[in-house]
């Protein structure tokens, strides 16, 4: 079993003197299940746990209706097989499929608060757009969830320990061995076709076997196109599945709604979209003008594109079905499906801690002479700070120059296959009179360190 990181928040939660009730959202099979049966004290017996998976159980939901907490009680632990004790986490797993157990929770807390009471769902934020069950603001802590990161990944394989702590303590001015640059960019791209589902990575560092990811990424996949049928809310299923397959082939492109569906209504393919996201099968990230913070204040929400649950699974529906040796070595892989991209937007998404709820941010200036375009902007201490993705060892700065030009940013972030390195960056744009000078600090960080933008961010405000 590979330590998620969301192990350590979830303990915090259950040391705490009376916790909320606790709900885990994030997509299916993303480990929603897997953080609360391998939590360090319930895996040591220091903390029961009765669960009770309510896709199997939907009966449930009138019981949960009455509002009789007694009763609520009773049922869980016959159905369950355990009564509940004290100290014990009572766990309502795929809670949407009885929706009225999550305001129900608020009153099982309040009559039994001896019990730490947790809920998950996989479609969650559907049924709750789509339903007017009364949620009980303040009495709920959200946790969102997402795939493993690169460095959980790392941990798990358990032959990178001197090279995680390098990439983590690492400071701009330092050296950087040339060795563990070459195994940390193995790392990544292995990463890069199997990706974060904690069972495909599992199954990729017991097995080693290519075909083993294949068949579990394709039956991921199935299970979500399934979900469609079962769980789609008045959309049409046939065109979810059109939203669904063009995401991973088009990640990080600007959303223009015929391209998806040229014979579909604008408003019917934004719904599909609302419902995958809502799914958190895809994530948008909008345009903001990024003059100051906060990045949402100036968010334009029609203006957005998309990014796929996960890097193995998109690289697995956009035709990456092995991971020969070779293939790895080579920066066409990483080309490959725009895997560099959607790599580092997954990343970004959780970055901060698990009970904030995963938002992210881009820069677009259309227009005649041409466009513009910053991949990712960022709230550091320096104000907003523009991040730019470059698949190989170079690539062109021009729009990262103009969003600084512009908004007047001291710092800024590229993602590519070099080592580390800050450099203070001077450069001319345009000529003659109308000619300016940009000069800022240029944080270059190898693909492989994304996880640490926010903390060298930091040390180069200071």
Request: aromatic share 8%; net charge neutral; glycine share 10%.
């Amino acid at each position: 079993m590979i330590y998620r990181y969301v192990f350590d928040e979830i303990e915090e939660w259950l040391a705490s003197r009376r916790p909320k009730c606790l709900v885990l959202r994030g997509a299916r099979q993303v480990g929603k299940t897997t953080a609360i049966r391998s939590l360090p004290s319930v895996r040591g017996g220091e903390t029961g746990l009765c669960e009770l998976n309510l896709e199997r159980h939907p009966d449930l939901e009138k019981v949960f209706a009455g509002g009789d907490t007694g009763r609520m009680l009773e049922e869980i632990g016959f159905t369950a097989g355990r009564s509940p004790a004290e100290g014990d986490i009572v766990f309502l797993d795929e809670v949407q499929a009885a929706p009225s157990a999550l305001p129900a929770l608020r009153y099982l807390a309040e009559d039994y608060p001896a019990m730490r009471w947790v809920a998950a769902g996989s479609l969650l934020d559907a049924e709750l757009r789509e339903s007017d069950l009364p949620v009980p603001v303040g009495r709920m802590q959200y946790l969102f969830m997402g795939p493993l990161s690169l460095e959980e990944y790392m941990e798990g394989a358990g032959d990178l320990g001197m090279e995680l702590g390098l990439i983590r303590e690492w400071e701009p001015g330092q050296s950087f061995a040339s060795a563990a640059h070459r195994h940390l960019c193995g790392a990544l791209r292995r990463f890069l076709a199997v990706g974060g589902m904690p069972e495909v990575a599992e199954a990729w560092l017991e097995t080693g076997s290519p075909g083993e990811v294949a068949r579990l990424q394709a039956s991921i996949i199935n299970t979500y196109r399934d979900d469609f049928a079962k769980y789609a809310y008045g959309t049409d299923p046939i065109l979810l599945r059109r939203v669904f397959d063009w995401v991973p082939a088009r990640a990080g492109d600007k959303v223009i709604y015929s391209h998806i569906s040229p014979d579909s209504r604008s408003a019917k393919v934004r719904r599909a979209i609302e419902y995958l996201s809502d799914a958190r099968v895809v994530s948008p990230v909008v345009h903001s003008h990024g003059n100051g913070l906060p990045l949402g204040a100036e968010a334009r929400p029609r203006v957005y594109k998309l990014y796929f649950l996960d890097v193995g699974l998109a690289a697995g529906a956009t035709g990456i079905r092995r991971i020969d040796p070779e293939k790895l070595q080579s920066r066409d892989f990483i080309n490959s499906g725009r895997l560099a991209e959607q790599f580092v937007a997954q990343h970004l998404l959780f970055r901060g801690p698990s009970w904030e709820r995963p938002a992210l941010y881009y820069w677009l200036r259309e227009g005649r002479s041409g466009n513009a375009e910053v991949d990712f902007l960022l709230e550091g201490p320096q104000g907003v700070v523009p991040l730019e993705v470059k698949a190989g060892a170079s690539g062109s700065m021009k729009s990262l120059l103009r969003f600084v030009m512009e908004k007047g940013s001291p710092a800024a972030v590229r993602l590519d296959m070099n080592p580390p390195s800050l450099q203070r960056v001077r450069h001319r744009i345009g000529t003659g009179s109308g000619a300016s000078e940009v000069s800022f600090d240029l944080l270059s960080l190898p693909l492989y360190m994304v996880g640490q933008v926010g903390r060298l961010l930091e040390c180069i405000s200071v």
